[in-house]
């Protein structure tokens, strides 16, 4: 898994609880893995498909700086499946887990379209 994106926990990240609210650490995951989706399959043509289980593990608190993983599952005829973990920068305590981040390419009429690409070119393997 490698962590591409840091994030300050701030004042307007809390919920009632004063703890980071999992709506915006869901945004920041979603914009990330769609963004290393993109890059991997050379299109900004991409809709999110499909998010399995999402697993609250911990909390994180205002001030804490938080770490999101991504880490490339499969690849698809029309689809890029990757997960994800996000965990504390310091700690490495581990916040939330996501199995499955289904991202699938489309064409102007917002149908699913081959993207023509594979393992071998997208010089990515699964890791155990």
């Known amino acids: 898994m490698k962590f591409y994106t840091r994030k300050l926990i701030k004042p307007g990240d809390l919920n009632a609880n004063n703890t980071l609210f999992g709506g915006a ?4 995951i979603d914009e990330e893995a769609g963004i290393y989706a993109m890059t991997k399959l050379d299109s900004k043509k991409l809709v999110t498909k499909f998010i399995s289980e999402i697993n609250f593990v911990s909390s994180a608190k205002q001030g804490d700086i938080i770490e999101i993983g991504l880490q490339f ?31 699938v390419k489309i064409d102007d009429n ?18 155990s």
């Open 25 to 28: 650490l869901l945004k920041w």
């Open 110 to 127: 917002e149908h699913p379209v081959p993207h023509q690409k594979t393992i071998n070119n997208l010089g990515l393997l699964k890791h």
């Open 73 to 103: 599952e499969s690849i698809g005829t029309t689809s890029i499946t990757l997960s994800s973990i996000v965990r504390n920068i310091f700690t490495k305590k581990v916040i939330l887990s996501i199995e499955k981040i289904v991202f």
